[in-house]
């Protein structure tokens, strides 16, 4: 389980960008570059693989995965439908709210 007092540590896209070009142009190991920037391996590893993916250079194991601009349309996407979803669900309860208004009470057909 994960330390719930422990704080995440955030990095910004420079950051990234820097420690990814040091994999990438200078042909360093994700463990290299880790240790020497002082950041998680496996966070180093993944923007890594990111990368590759965005510029097209994705391994066997890679291909089919999103790249960035495909997840964030993903994500879009996503909210958008979650909030038709919930104006299509407003105006479904709306519309039998009206409809039993509208109905002659029982008993006097």
């Known amino acids: 389980m994960t330390n719930p007092t422990k704080t995440r540590r955030r990095f910004t896209a420079q950051q990234k960008v820097e420690a990814v070009e040091l994999c990438l142009q200078e042909g360093l190991s ?5 240790q020497r920037l002082g950041l998680p391996s496996s966070s180093l590893a ?3 693989r990111q990368a590759r993916i965005d510029r097209g250079q994705a391994g066997p194991r890679d291909q089919g995965l ?3 601009e495909e997840r964030a349309e993903l994500s ?4 958008e439908n979650r909030e038709l979803r919930r104006e299509k669900d407003f105006f479904r309860l709306a519309a039998a709210h009206f409809a039993k ?7 006097f057909a």
């Open 30 to 34: 994700c463990n290299v570059v880790a």
């Open 66 to 68: 999103l790249s960035s």
């Open 76 to 79: 879009r996407l996503r909210k």
């Open 101 to 107: 208004k509208q109905l002659p009470p029982r008993g």
């Open 46 to 48: 993944r923007w890594v």
